[in-house]
């Protein structure tokens, strides 16, 4: 069976209904969707139609007992997640698996929404993240993604390239690759909210799959306001995000994933040159230092992410 489940978190969120009807309408293969309503809404929801299935949860969660709670409730093949808050491209969940491998997470090309026009923003799109340099980055100790600007224009022509770690509004992969790889994202570890998509990235790439930039689709996401962001989970501070983040920065740094095939610097290096102070383009944050081998074989830098306390 080929189905694509399409799993969409949803927090109160304004724009879920059209969401919904733009998947219906954009999908040619087989698919079920799966909304979870993380505690009540003030918006009208989608109507009942074939394949359209909710679960509801009185008292919100958060992200990651949604999506482990619906990928259970999925009967496809494939799971995919979007955002409530997306649009997609035509023939998406057709062209996502035409091209994914069963050890491999597979995601759209990006590009902003303007949500109330309901309308993809064409001037800009990005195709390729990295991992920023936690010890780079002066705010939090931490994997942010960032776009990799240089990485587009150098590389597009390519339709179906590796990328090092991925924006999360949309990705794709098999069920058995969330549940037996990826082991349903770890919510004991990194709590309900935070490092998503690094925690992806890192667990494909380490575990021996790939993560894959597939540009024959595309979805537009809606860019929320961190102050509405705030509101709808008033549970997430920026401050627990900041020392989750630093946790996992140095659980993957020390190569503590017990089901690694590989070491974390391996993954540096298969994508080597990253940016640096004296190469990095416009936007590529929290560069890589040419001599990051020998400050991450030092250890000194991670003594002091770990000597913080919330």
Known sequence: MNKVSIII??????????????????????????????GSTDYPLPKSRPNLLFMVKPTPEGLRPALKDASYMATGKYLLKVDAHCMVSKGFDEVLKKDCEDN???????????????LKIDRTHNDYFYLGCPWTNHRIFSFLDVPWKSRDQARNAIAIDETMAIQASLWFMTADHFHNRLGDLDEEMWGVWSCEQQEISLKTWLGGGRVMINKNVWNAHYQRPLIERQALTPEYTRRKDA?????????FLRNEWENKIHKFEWLVDRFWPLPTPSTRGYGEKYPWPDDWKEIYKDKSIMKKAEALRE
């Open 9 to 38: 978190p949803s927090r109160n969120e304004r724009y879920l209904t059209k969401t919904v009807e733009d998947i219906f309408a954009k999908a040619t293969g087989e698919i079920e969707v799966i909304v979870i309503l993380d």
């Open 104 to 118: 491999w997470v597979v995601v759209s090309r990006y590009h902003a929404l303007d949500a109330e026009a309901w």
């Open 243 to 251: 020392f989750k983040h630093r946790d996992f920065a140095l659980y």
